[in-house]
């Protein structure tokens, strides 16, 4: 019995907030202030593509790091990186929004990373993404009730309660079980689903890699993340908002987040 709840405390996350929402309040940096940023709308991406809404075409074998200076191989991994859009069925606001973002970003159902990382070049095209952003951020506070100043019992008036604290720290002992070679193997993902599930809070927590390689990789979502998807959906949407020619204060968005990577051309 004792062992029964251990692998339940340990493997359960500890709350059934949305990824983003996990992502903007507990992620482990020191100077997140619990917006929705860009990565929000990765990680809806990511669980578009776990469901199945957002197929992928991948044509690179090999696992795939993209380092901080973007390179000729970078771009080439992104060629062969294709998105498929294939939605059907009820979506949350949020999950549509997020799609048809894509879809005029892109001018098109499918397309490669790499022709997306170009369009994001283009300032009306720029613009019109953080008019989209805007709205599919606005959709996740929305549907969550999520505010940085206030969400539920956890956070109050921008600071977390003691609930609030409490949670952070289960939080952190569920990445502590994420990335834990140790810990992944004595309690494995039981199905797909939740290996997938798992791999996505990795994500949240930038450690999406990490927890990748402690378990299967047997999806187009693992495959994804495998190739470094995530990290290059960030790279794409970041260049968007730093080509964006107004640049409004009071909208929430975080300009000049995309200064860490190098990006020669775009192209």
């Avoid at 200076?69 to 062969?80: A, G, L, R, S």
């Amino acid at each position: 019995m004792f062992e029964n709840n251990q692998k339940e405390y340990i493997t359960n996350p500890p709350s059934e907030d949305a990824y983003p929402i996990v992502a903007a309040l507990f992620i482990n940096k020191r100077f997140n202030n619990r917006v929705i940023k860009v990565n929000s709308l990765s990680l809806t991406i990511l669980d578009l593509i776990r469901k199945g809404q957002i197929k992928c075409d991948i044509d690179v074998k090999e696992s795939y790091n993209v380092n901080k200076k973007i390179t000729n191989d970078d771009f080439e991994v992104m060629k062969n990186i294709t998105l498929r859009i294939a939605n059907s069925g009820e979506l949350k606001t949020s999950e549509t929004l997020a799609i048809n973002l894509l879809k005029t970003m892109n001018k098109s159902k499918k397309f490669n990373l790499k022709d997306m990382l170009k369009q994001s070049n283009n300032t009306s095209i720029a613009n019109k993404f953080k008019n989209d952003f805007i709205d599919y951020k606005q959709a996740v506070e929305n549907e969550n009730g999520y505010s940085p100043e206030n969400y539920r019992d956890i956070v109050e008036n921008k600071k977390f309660t003691s609930k609030g604290k409490e949670l952070k720290n289960r939080w952190k002992g569920y990445q502590e079980y994420l990335k834990s070679q140790e810990l992944s193997e004595k309690y494995p993902p039981q199905s797909v689903e939740e290996n997938a599930s798992q791999i996505i809070y990795g994500a949240c927590f930038d450690i999406e890699k990490e927890t990748l390689e402690l378990r299967e990789n047997d999806s187009q979502l693992s495959d994804f993340i495998d190739k470094d998807g995530y990290k290059l959906l960030n790279i794409i949407f970041s260049n968007a908002l730093s080509n964006v020619k107004e640049k409004s204060k009071g909208d929430g968005i975080f300009y000049g987040v995309n200064d860490k990577y190098t990006i020669p051309g775009g192209g």
